[in-house]
């Protein structure tokens, strides 16, 4: 297994994705920043600008949509890539069972993903509450209780991420449509955003529907790359 990710690594092209991660951070911290900025400004036409666990929903949002997106086009990659071009008799003639192979291709993507998506999450939550923190903070309640919202709030987000993209890539695949499964995952994204910054709880509900439902479509397209055969 070892092995087999070191040669995922060796010969997918992560800089893309790396920069693409770097990219929705820097978002997130601009859309973070002006949620900040406008709760501190004494602004109170909307409660919810003057709470710091709303501002850091408004964070995550742009974090899950961006990082949904930077799961995708690495999936494209490291699954349908090999199984859909030129590489196809490359991918099939390894001499590994096809079942490890797609182990550790997903191994590989799901190590990624979930990494630079809690790099991506601390960096971004730690500027802003380091920013709130000198500015005067418009956090109330305990530390701890505030802690715990937000590793709620990351736990579901990358639960669903692993939804999102799940459902999205095998749609795709299916379709052999880049366009489609980029489009789908758009408009789960879309859903998912509106009910994050409506109720955290629905959305909480909602991502680990989309995470249950991705289950079996995560397991068809694996059946569906063991059995492919070369044209």
Not at 3 to 14: C, D, G, I, N, S
Request: hydrophobic share 60%; charged share 10%; proline share 3%.
């Amino acid at each position: 297994m070892k092995t087999l990710l070191k040669l995922e690594l060796k010969k997918t092209r992560l800089w893309p994705c790396i920069f693409a991660g770097l990219a929705v951070v820097a978002a997130a911290l601009a859309l973070g920043g002006m949620f900040l900025a406008i709760g501190h400004t004494g602004s109170r036409s909307d409660r919810r600008l003057s709470s710091l666990v709303f501002v850091l929903q408004m964070a995550t949002v742009i974090l899950l949509v961006g990082f949904s997106l930077v799961a995708a086009a690495l999936c494209n990659l490291v699954f349908i890539e090999p199984y859909t071009g030129r590489n196809l008799a490359l991918t099939l003639s390894c001499p590994v069972s096809r079942g490890r192979i797609l182990l550790a291709k997903l191994v590989f993507a799901g190590l990624f993903t979930a990494l630079s998506y809690s790099a991506g999450a601390v960096i971004t939550l730690t500027v802003m509450l380091l920013v709130d923190h000198l500015v005067g903070s418009l956090g109330t309640g305990s530390p701890g209780g505030l802690l715990g919202q937000v590793l709620l709030m990351l736990a579901t987000n990358l639960t669903g991420l692993v939804g999102l993209v799940g459902i999205a890539l095998c749609l795709g695949f299916w379709k052999r449509s880049l366009p489609i499964m980029f489009g789908v995952l758009l408009l789960m994204d879309a859903v998912v955003g509106n009910l994050l910054s409506l109720s955290p709880l629905l959305s909480a509900l909602v991502l680990l529907i989309i995470f249950l439902a991705s289950l079996p479509a995560w397991w068809l397209l694996h059946r569906t790359l063991i059995k492919i055969e070369l044209p």
